[in-house]
Each structure stands twice: as C-alpha cells, then as structure tokens.
RNA sequence: GAGAAGCUAGCUCAGUCGGUAGAGCAACUCCCUUUUAAGGAGUGGGUCCCGGGUUCGAUUCCCGGGCUUCUCACCA
C-alpha cells in the first residue's frame, strides 16, 4: 500500500486491504482448524523452567502453539512478535531465512490482534528472552477492529485503556488487552468451584429452583415482572430462591444449595447490580451456629486455598478471615455506636416510628422517608455501625420483626437467631435458624402485609403455599445466604461490583 | 430518582480567553535479521458525543438531549 493510498482510509479498511491479499494469494484469514496447540505457559516452564533457568538444547524438538499478537517489534527482514494466549504470552522470532514465502508473506502482513498459528524451537535470545523460532506461522483469525495497544516495562503499563465503554460494554477487550481482567473472572471462576467442593465435599446438593415464579418472596424487595404468553399470566423474576429451597428440606433433602442469579429491580451502584449472584445453603437438623461455622469456613477456606493466606488484602485495609470472628448483638452494637437503647422496646406491641425518629435525631440521622420504628433502627445501624465493621464481623440477633422467615430465640420472644456476617463494611451475607412452625410463619406473613398497610416500603409477600409446606413439616434447619459478588470483589480486591461482573448491566447505546 | 464531573485521532490524554485542533503509542512508506515501552527518517488520520440557540464565525459560550463515572436515595 502507498503512502496516498492509505492516507484517506480507516484503519479497519486498512485492514481489510491486507484480508483482500491474503485471499488473491489463495490464504484462508479465517481457516477452520489447527491442530495441536500448545499451552504457551506450559511450554514455557517446560523449555525455560518454572524459574526461567533452564535453556532449551540446539536440538529441541518443535513446539506448536498459536495466541493473539500483541506486540511487533520490525527488525527488517526478520521480526519479533509476542503472542499471548489464555494462561500466558511468549515471544516468537519470525523471519524470510527460514519461513516459507507463503508464511512469510503473512507475517510482513499481519497486524496487532491478529491470531496466528506457528511451529518452531524454542531458545533464547542474545538478552536471553525464551522466545520461539517460528519456521512456520499460518493466520488464524484477522484483526480488523483494531485492539488498544498496550505496553510493559517492569511490569508498569502503559496506555492500556480505562474508558468505561470499552471496560464494560465491550468486555472482550478488555479481557483480551488487560491481564488483571482476566485474572480477576479466573479468580471468580475459581471461587465458585471451591465453594462447591467443599460443600458436595460435606454432602450438600446443589439443586436448580424456579426462577421465574408466581409470588416473589424471601426477601423484602422489588421484583422484576415478566409474562408468559401460553398460560397469560405474569410472572415474577426471583428475589430469592428462599421458599423453594426449604420446601425441599420439607421434601426430605437434608443438604441442600443454589448458587445462581437473583433479580431485584432497584438501583445500580458499586455494591449492586439488578441481576447478582447468591449462593444460599440449608441444613436440616442444623442451626444459625452450624451456619455460622459453614460461613466462616467458607471464606477461610478461600483465602487459604486461593490466596494463599488467611490474612488478604483489600484497599488499604488487610483483612484477616481467620476463625473465629468476632461476634457482636445487633441492638448492642447499636447501642455502644450511638448510645441509643433500642432493647427496651422490644417488649412492646407496635413501637412508634416517631419515637425512634426522635431518638434516631439525636445522633443527627434523618429519618424522613421510614415508615416503622425497626426501620428507624436499621437506619442507625447502617449508618452508624455498618461502615466501621471492616474486620469480619458476626452480628447477631436481629428484632423478630424486620425477620420474618427465622425463628425467634428460646426464652426471647422479640430476637430471632439470625446474624449476617460483615466485611469492608458491607454485609456479606444473611442467615438464621430457619422458622419451621406454619402458624407462626402465617403470623408473620399478615404483620409484613399490615406493615404495608402503614406505609413500609419493601416487605415480604405472603406464599400460601409454602405456609402449607411447612403444615407438611419441616425438621429444624439453619440456612445461610452470601452475596457471591460482594465475596468475589473482597477476594478480588475490587471497588465496584461491575468488576467482577463480566458484563454489567449498562443502559444500551444507540 | 437527585447532585457533581467527564465525553477531542484506534488507545491514553493535551488544547482552543469564539477564528474548524495537537502529543505519545497504534497505522502507512522507507532503513535495519537477537529486539523487547526496540531504534532511525518520513506520511496520513478528527461530524472535538448529539440537536438547537447566540454570533460574521461554535469543538469552545447558552439551552436541551445522550452515555458514563462518583456521591446520595433504594437495596444485597
């Protein structure tokens, strides 16, 4: 191409000329196969060691491998190339010595992005960089949506890309140029299997309930809603598989979880996400102890088994997951944060929401929109408590009455055993001894219906059925419920849950 | 949903107190067969997010819209 000729053009249309000359010499850009690909990082630590000490013989037999190229150093006739592939890159050494005039002609064509195939020796360089002589080098896939260029030295990047759009909306760029990227899904991937192997490892059995269901409810939240034509009805997007997860311990199933996507139709913001993904785990003769056992097992076994370490970084604090956390009561924290004593009005019938919002005044919360004396104190509790449990936290013993699926304390008509497990400031999870008795959890169904009767915002729909569920009978259970992309983003040391999210929800783009 | 900030070349970013814009990398031509943020010489590339308004003239000022980010609200 000319100096004229490639002035007024794009650099896709740039590219498309060198697709259209591959072609007139009668190479295939996008052939259907090659065989017998090599795992760049796996070849690496065979031929230059695990340390980058060992140095291939003269007479090392071929390697072949293939991978995107990212770099292009020109040397002439000759050039060096990096290709990286998904567990690693390598150089390759490519020139018209040794490669055929067909080969050769790709490699004086190709472009950053594009996908090749080669086959050579390994050795190393003057510098003693591992490098592959490449003898033969076949285009697998073209390049023709250039790829942002990025460049390394000392393991300091530069250019790279950070635009939103192209992070996000277009995450196999960034999976394809940021290594930490890919890293961080790895990790993601990583986790989830760890989870289930230690739970199948401890007889648990991952079940599939519905998704789209008539009544959302385990949870106090909006739900999406869906239509099915067939049957005309609408349908509810899930909340929570809660309900259905327990009538199965009914059914008979004594161990049982779900890890998969739960949709609530509310904001978006770094902690959340309208589709994200829960893992929630019941145990039939066990209790809120037993789960909060699994819980801190869990995240210990994680970091011990993915990081390395109980002790983890993120941001700037160090976190430390080892057993046993630290455990506080609900209201007590409240108390020793703010000096307010919510405790006293456990006793009462239906406390009232002005009194708790003159208490809650006092240590300068507003409290305008709330519709509930509980909803007060949670409001306290998130604001004055919530943010400075960096350290992992049990916090226990919730009112009965922002509760209505746990089972109230023996001997303690107005506590529920339930606690949630708290990290960097945010809840990580949700459990409790299940409530297991049908008449009270119909009592509880009705006072959620009557709080939204007086106005509370987000309460707890009512599922008849599975109050008949439970009329079957329903041994006692403990079962726990953890935010799986709250828990990625602490493993990732991520600020925004869009990180460990591959793709996100975004407004569309015209 | 509210407030603040951002949007300029494929990427990362400058800049224009209103006169249609630059750098580095990438691209293109040329030199170079052990380089590695390779190097050297040269060339091109932009609806300055979109639409109105003011103006002789708008990428710049004003109004409206779009998308994103951050904070707040809702929530996990």
């Known amino acids: 191409m000319s100096e004229a000729e490639s002035s007024a053009i794009s650099l896709t249309e740039q590219r498309l000329g060198k697709l259209d000359a591959m072609k007139a010499r009668g190479i295939d850009p996008y052939p259907v196969r090659f065989s017998g690909k090599e795992d760049i990082h796996t070849l690496r630590v065979t031929h ?9 013989a003269e007479d090392v037999q071929p390697v072949t491998t293939a991978g995107r190229v990212v770099a292009i150093r020109d040397m002439g006739k000759a050039q060096f190339l990096q290709i990286q592939d998904q567990n690693g890159k390598i150089q390759l050494y490519a020139g018209n010595k040794t490669l055929s005039e067909e080969d050769y002609f790709v490699l004086r064509n190709l472009d950053l992005g594009d996908i090749i195939g080669i086959k050579g020796k390994p050795f190393r360089t003057k510098t003693g960089e591992p490098t592959i002589h490449a003898d033969e080098l076949k285009i697998l896939s073209k390049n023709l949506a250039p790829l942002p260029v990025v460049k390394e030295k000392d393991g300091e990047t530069y250019d790279g890309i950070s635009d939103i759009e192209l992070r996000y909306r277009q995450r196999y760029i960034d999976l394809a140029v940021n290594a930490d990227a890919r890293a961080t ?30 009544i959302a409810s385990g949870a106090a939240a909006r739900p999406f809603t869906t239509h099915h034509n067939a049957l005309d009805i609408d349908l509810y997007m ?10 199965l311990i009914v059914g008979g ?7 998969n996507r739960n ?27 037993t789960m909060m056992e699994l819980t801190q097992d869990i995240f210990e076994t994680l970091a011990v088994k993915l990081l390395g370490s109980t002790e983890i970084p993120y941001g700037e604090h160090t976190i430390s997951l080892k057993k046993p956390w630290k455990k506080v009561e609900y209201l007590e924290s409240i108390k020793e944060a703010t000096g307010l004593d919510f405790a006293k009005f456990l006793g009462e019938e239906n406390p ?17 929109g709330l519709h509930t004396f509980w909803e007060v104190v949670d409001l306290a509790f998130s604001e004055k408590v919530e943010p400075n449990l960096i350290q992992p936290t049990i ?61 509370a915002e987000e309460t707890m729909a009512t599922d ?5 569920a439970l009329k079957v009978g329903m041994p006692p259970t403990g079962g726990l419920g953890i935010g799986i992309d709250r828990l990625v983003m602490l493993f990732a040391n991520k600020a925004s849950i869009k990180d460990v999210i591959l793709f996100p929800l975004l407004r569309p783009n015209k």
């Open 352 to 368: 009232s929401a002005a009194e708790a919002k003159k208490m809650a005044a006092s240590v300068g919360l507003k409290a305008d």
């Open 395 to 455: 916090v226990m013993h919730y009112p009965k009455a922002i509760s209505p699926l746990a089972k109230s304390i023996p001997g303690n008509p107005h506590l529920v055993e339930r606690f949630e497990p708290y990290i960097t400031g945010r809840e990580m999870g949700n459990a409790f001894s299940e409530l297991n008795d049908p008449l009270e959890q119909e009592r509880r169904f009705n006072e959620q219906a009557a709080q939204k009767e007086s106005g």
């Open 263 to 289: 949709f609530r139709n509310e904001g978006i913001s770094t902690k959340h996400n309208p589709e994200f993904t829960m893992i929630e785990i019941y145990q039939a003769y066990a209790d809120y102890h």
């Open 464 to 468: 008849d059925d599975f109050v008949t």
């Open 48 to 56: 230059f060691g695990a340390d980058n000490s060992l140095t291939p």
């Open 253 to 259: 199933y004594e161990k049982v979880f779900e890890m």
């Open 185 to 214: 899904f790895a990790l993601r991937s990583a986790i989830l299997r760890e989870i289930r192997d230690l739970l199948h490892a401890r007889g648990f059995m991952e079940v599939e309930t519905p998704m789209m269901q008539a």
């Open 238 to 247: 899930r909340i929570a598989p809660e309900l259905y997860l327990k009538r």
